[in-house]
Nanobody
Framework: QVQLVESGGGLVQAGGSLRLSCAASGRTFSSYHMGWFRQAPGKEREFVSRISRSGGITDYADSVKGRFTISRNNAKNTVYLQMNSLKPEDTAVYYC????????????WGQGTQVTVSS
C-alpha cells in the first residue's frame, strides 16, 4: 500500500510559478513510476507528466512541455512538479499517482491539490 499526499498548490498570477510536491509513504517508492494528472472543472482528468522509477525518463503533455518539469528524490520518497509560466488554462486540481507496471493503470492516487491561475 502506498499513500500519496500532494502539497504546494495555491493561487498565482499568470506568468508565475509553483512547485508541487507529492510525498509517498512506504519503503517501495523507487519501485513505482510516478505521474501527475490534472482535472479542471467540467473536464475529464488529463495526463500532465510522468517520470520513471530512477528518474531517467520523463514525459510531458504537449500543453505543458517547456514550462513544467517533473523530478523525483527517491531518498525523500517525493516527486515534484515545477510549473513555470503558468496560464489560466492550467487551473485545475493536480493529482499525483504511482504506477507499478509500465502500460498498466496507475495503482495509487493522491487526494489532489488545487492550482488556480488568475489572468
Amino acid at each position: 500500500q502506498v499513500q500519496l499526499v500532494e502539497s504546494g498548490g495555491g493561487l498565482v498570477q499568470a506568468g508565475g510559478s509553483l512547485r508541487l510536491s507529492c510525498a509517498a509513504s512506504g519503503r517501495t517508492f523507487s519501485s513505482y513510476h510516478m505521474g501527475w494528472f490534472r482535472q479542471a472543472p467540467g473536464k475529464e482528468r488529463e495526463f500532465v507528466s510522468r517520470i520513471s522509477r530512477s528518474g531517467g525518463i520523463t514525459d510531458y503533455a504537449d500543453s505543458v512541455k517547456g514550462r513544467f518539469t517533473i523530478s523525483r528524490n527517491n531518498a525523500k520518497n517525493t516527486v515534484y512538479l515545477q510549473m513555470n509560466s503558468l496560464k489560466p488554462e492550467d487551473t485545475a486540481v493536480y493529482y499525483c499517482a504511482a504506477q507499478r507496471t509500465t502500460g498498466l493503470s496507475y495503482d495509487y492516487w493522491g487526494q489532489g491539490t488545487q492550482v488556480t491561475v488568475s489572468s
